[in-house]
T-cell receptor, first 113, second 111 residues
Framework: ETGVTQSPTHLIKTRGQQVTLRCSSQ?????VSWYQQALGQGPQFIFQ???????GRGNFPPRFSGLQFPNYSSELNVNALELDDSALYLC????????????FGQGTRLTVV | QKEVEQNSGPLSVPEGAIASLNCTYS??????FFWYRQYSGKSPELIMF????GDKEDGRFTAQLNKASQYVSLLIRDSQPSDSATYLC???????????FGSGTQLTVLP
């Protein structure tokens, strides 16, 4: 158990809809990173939040957005869902923004139909 | 060229043998190296990290780093069927915020 919790664990959405995924970081960790993992691939970095600000972003379009709250929990929002957005979405928390050891939550499996 | 490359496998070893997993990376500025284990349908679990050249041992696991050759490896001694999983290599450049992952190597330990 990493202490990082994500909700929901599974989700089915229709193309064009919007989705919000949630993450509670490990106690004492102020940095949250989000990753997308397609089947058979390694996780791909979406963005990182540190002290409620976006602190780095990967190669994902603006319809992927996020928030971090004062208690360091975080949300990932995806608008205008596409079929290719079907993936495992992973939240990782780390002690600092330099993201040394990152610990993942159990993930949210998103299926877009 | 992918930034982090791993043999996809599958790699099969008999129970009790040494499993050797390899990873190469392209960014010479990389400073932190991680191995994650991922069981099917689950999220990645951090099992080893290494920052300096040489070997780092933790129980049955040994991580080896050679920055000059840009490779990092993971040895699993006395492999057990419970070690059967996909092993992900992840690399972080000094100033980067993110981990860059390879596609993973699928390991099967045969009883």
């Amino acid at each position: 158990e990493t202490g990082v919790t994500q909700s929901p664990t599974h989700l089915i959405k229709t193309r064009g809809q919007q989705v919000t995924l949630r993450c509670s970081s490990q106690s004492g960790h102020n940095t949250v990173s989000w990753y997308q993992q397609a089947l058979g691939q390694g996780p791909q970095f979406i963005f990182q939040y540190y002290r409620e600000e976006e602190n780095g972003r990967g190669n994902f379009p603006p319809r992927f957005s996020g928030l971090q709250f004062p208690n360091y929990s975080s949300e990932l929002n995806v608008n205008a869902l596409e079929l290719d957005d079907s993936a495992l979405y992973l939240c990782a928390s780390s002690l600092t923004e330099m993201n040394t050891e990152a610990f993942f939550g159990q993930g949210t499996r998103l299926t877009v139909v | 060229q992918k930034e982090v490359e791993q043999n996809s496998g599958p790699l099969s070893v008999p129970e009790g043998a040494i499993a050797s997993l390899n990873c190469t990376y392209s960014d010479r500025g990389s400073q932190s190296f991680f191995w994650y284990r991922q069981y099917s349908g689950k999220s990645p679990e951090l099992i080893m990290f290494i920052y300096s050249n040489g070997d780092k041992e933790d129980g049955r696991f040994t991580a080896q780093l050679n920055k000059a050759s840009q490779y990092v490896s993971l040895l699993i001694r006395d492999s057990q069927p419970s070690d059967s999983a996909t092993y992900l290599c992840a690399v972080k450049a000094g100033s980067a915020r993110q981990l860059t992952f390879g596609s993973g190597t699928q390991l099967t330990v045969l009883p």
